[in-house]
Structures are given as C-alpha cells and as structure tokens.
C-alpha cells in the first residue's frame, strides 16, 4: 500500500486471531511480545469481533502491559493493517503507562471479519520521536499563555478570516490556526455537527482545553473527533476499551450545607460566612451576602470565593433560597450554578422579587469537587451526569502543532525581515494574539499592514527567530545572558509580556560575579517598573553575596 510507505516503523508483528462462525466471545486477546526497540516493555492486541463502543464494528486495541521495566509512560506511534479488508489506522504519540490501551474502536465492519475462520492484523511500532523529550509541565505556565492569547483572538474574532455556520450561529475563524491543529476540520460539513459539539471542538482547536461547562462526551463529539483525526483529544475521551462507554460516569465528591439568615441584619450590614471543604485542593468557601440599592429598588447580592491551591481541579457549585414562616418553607427560588476553574469570585444578583425578603430565609448549597476521573452527581433527589472533567488541558500536541505550522510558511501573510535583512514568513493571526503591538499594526491602515512587511532594525535574525518560534509555541531552550537580553529588549518593544517573564528568569539563573555590572546596566532601562524591580532586588542581594565572598 502506498500509504505504508510513507512512514518507517522499527518493529512489525504479525497477530492471528481464530473466530469461529457466529462467534460470541466477547473479547480476543493476541500473544503477548517484547519489543526491545521500546525499551523491552511488554504488549498484547486486544480484539472485540462483534464489536465493543459502536455496533457492527469490531474493535482492536493495543495494550501495554505491566512488566520489570521502570519506565511509567511511553510515547509510541504504531498502525494496524488488515490486508485481507484493507482496513488500515495509524496512531501517533500516543502515551502509554503500564495496562494503558489505545486503538480504533470502529477497525472494521463485523461483516467482514466473519467471512473466515480467522482475523488477521498487521501491528507496527515504533517508538514516538516527536513528544517523548518534551516535558510539557517545564513550560506549563507559557503554554498556558498561548492557550489564553489563542483563545482571547477566538472568542473576540479579531482578523478572522474565515467564516464556520452552524444552526444559525457564525463563528469568526482563523484559517492558519485551524490548519495548524486541525487542517480536516476546513473539509468537513457543518451540517452534520450540532452547535454545542462545534463550539466544543473550536475551543479545543484554539487552546487544547476543553473549558465549556458540562460538555458531554457523546457519541457525536466521539464521532466528530474522529473524523477530525483529533488524536490528541480522543485519547483523552477514551482511554481504555474495558472502561471506554460513550457517557461514562465520574467519581465526585459532594457536599450539601445550608446557612440560616437574618434578613433585617442585612440591611445594616453585609454577612460572611466560611465553610470548610477539607479537601487537598481547597481548603474552604467563603460566602458574603449583602443587599444592595441598585437604581430601581434593593437587591440581594450573593458572592462565592474558594480558597484553592490547585487552579486545574474544577468546582460546580449550584445552591436554591428558601424562605420560611415559622418552620414552614413558604417560596422556594434556585438561584443557579457556577463552574470554578481558578481562584476567583462569583456574585450572583438576585431576583427583584425577593429583595422584601421574610425576616429569616435559608440558603442551600450543593458543591461537587471532582478530579479528573469520571463522576455522577447526585443533589436534591436527582442525580446530575457530568460526563467529562472540566477544565483538563492536552498541551503535548499543542506547541508541537503550532511549531510545525510555521515552518511549514503554509498560509503565511506577513513577512519580518530581520537587521541583518532575513526574512520569516508568519501569520498576522498569531502575531495579533500574542502581542499587543502587532495587535495595534493590523488593526490599523498603516504601511507594515498595506505591504504586509515588516523591517526591524534593531534585532538580529538569531534573536527574531528565537521570538517568532516562542510566538507559536510558547517554548524556548535555554538560554546564556546575552541571549536572553538581547530577548527580553525584543521581548519588552513587542509586549510580549509571557516571554519577558520567561528572559527574566533567564537573566537571574545566568548572573554570576563576572557578569552582574553589565546585567545591572541593561535593566536600568527595561520599560517595565515592577520587573526590573524585581531583578535588581534579586542582583543587589546577589553582589552583596559576590562581595563577601571576595
């Protein structure tokens, strides 16, 4: 096949399994073998001939096992080939820790494979030489940087262009970001993708989160994703055959309190409350209730805050009033829901009607704290399915995508000619969402936008290179002094404000006794106040501690 030529794999196995006619196993495990060119760990292919996520397909699975080996994860790329149903899928950097199953639940049609007596498939393997060296938590914060700018463009649709309908809503796109991490998704029919799926997808595409509230993994975001050939996501939705239905369950943990006020205490003064949560990631709910004169009458005003330690673990917190007459629940008003994703505030105004409140009301709250595993809910007699962990994030395709894409020059629309005259061909999109400046340049009828050029005189080509590529991924190697303060004064012209951050730190780890005068020179004018503070603290402790060792 022409398609196997494409990519080398440094190990192939072929796995027989024997069906008999009408077969009702369930599942079909093949022999197990040793792969040496990944680094000695143990494997299986786990087969469902009447199918296991979808009817009428049989599903086929590879499976790591456990084994002596110490290594906990592995990035690996494999394929299976059926050559006598042509049936062929390839996977890329897939990460695989010990029991870890991935594959295609949809391999082939269960007609197909029962015309004989046995299934055969084709296993190739190699190990992943994109994503194993990369230690996405090192650059976690700038990454989680590129994910916001990418997802700030989005959601205000600056420089879009390009146009995605769908159920009557438009969406204002970018063709070089969607390209760069999604190209399929410009070929496929929107009529076929409902609204809640679509804007799901988008955010994904956009910032490799999935920070929708109680998003559903159905089986048309299944679907789509893999018609969008969206590994990366996929991976995240179906981790494991044995466990892999379509809207799993999540494990929670739920906690149900009320508060007992009294209205006419309101109205002279606002009231707090804290409420332990006793949990690893939050250690308590702060509450503050006050009435507030708006320009048409009172109203009551409630805010919520978590004390959290853990910004990536996602809190849903709904609560109801009642107000009571003598014991006697006499209206009863649910007032909402919020999902907390950070350390932040919620107030929530409440409705006109109950600003005459009765001399006492309660507030109930129902809190769900979940981590990232599969979870229901039950609060007030009814049970809520929350069928995905909130606000997850898969940054490992992610700078890897956008760094490609640059390379590529596919789509580009502006060029940066450097000092020493080198020209980078980029996207004003990326540009726009990462810095102010270039945000301000295309915004405007000025010449750079007009000639889609752009000549900097002050930044040497090695400097700009190493800019652009931040830019796009939000990764950088490591970096001497005089590159990183040759970074941080483009850093600083551009506003770029993640990558001055990511210099500073840079300029601190490579000050020593020898250099320190000329780094102290170069920050004196740096035109940001509380950095340069910062890092003349940090120098003027440090020389104190270079003069005592003199």
Known sequence: MSRLSKRNYDYTRKCTFFLCKNTSAEVLHSE??????????????????????????????????????????????????????????????????RNHCWGSPVFSSIHSQKIENTFEVVIRMSKSKILSEIDVQKFKN???????????????????????SCNGTQFLTHKCIIAARCPKLASLGMEN???????????????????VPKVRISAELYI?????????????????????????????????FDWEINSELLHTQPCSRTHPTKKIYTNKLIITCEIKVENDGFYLFISFNFDTFNSDMPI???????????????????????MFFRNEMWERQIDKKFCKLTKKFRL???IDLFDEVKFTSHCRDRIIHVETAQNFCYYNRFPVDMQRFLESEFLSDFIMISKDKKEFKVHKAVLAARSSVFQRMFNHNVKETITGRVEITDIESATLQLMISFIYSGMIRNLDLNESLELYTAADKYDIQSLVLK???????????????????????SNYPELRNIILNEMSHRLQIFQMLR
């Not at 499976?63 to 299976?80: G, N, P």
């Not at 993708?193 to 920070?211: D, F, G, H, M, Q």
């Open 224 to 256: 789509v994703a893999m018609k969008l050939e969206m590994m990366d996501l996929i991976q995240k939705m179906h981790n494991h055959p044995y466990f892999s239905g379509l809207n799993p369950e999540f494990n929670v943990d739920h906690l149900n």
């Open 142 to 164: 700038d990454l989680d940087a590129l994910s916001q700018d990418l997802l700030d463009i989005l959601q205000y649709g600056q420089l879009f262009d390009h146009r995605l």
């Open 364 to 366: 109930i709250f129902h």
């Open 503 to 525: 210099c500073s730190s840079f300029i601190l780890s490579n000050i020593n006794s020898k250099n320190i005068d000329d780094a102290i020179l170069f920050v004196q004018y």
């Open 316 to 338: 849903f917190l709904d609560f109801r009033i009642d107000e009571e007459n003598n014991g006697v629940i006499v209206s009863r008003l649910d007032c909402g829901s919020h």
């Open 32 to 97: 197990t073998f040793k792969t040496e060119v990944l680094d000695g760990t143990r494997w299986k292919l786990v087969l469902y001939p009447n199918g296991h996520s979808f009817q009428n397909y049989t599903s086929l699975y590879l499976q790591r096992l456990s084994c002596s080996t110490d290594i906990e994860k592995i990035f690996v790329d494999f394929s299976f080939e059926c050559e006598r149903t042509l049936n062929y899928v390839e996977f890329q950097n897939i990460c695989f820790v």
């Open 193 to 211: 993708i409902s609204l809640e799926i679509l804007r799901t997808i988008l955010v994904y595409i956009y910032s490799a989160k999935l920070i």
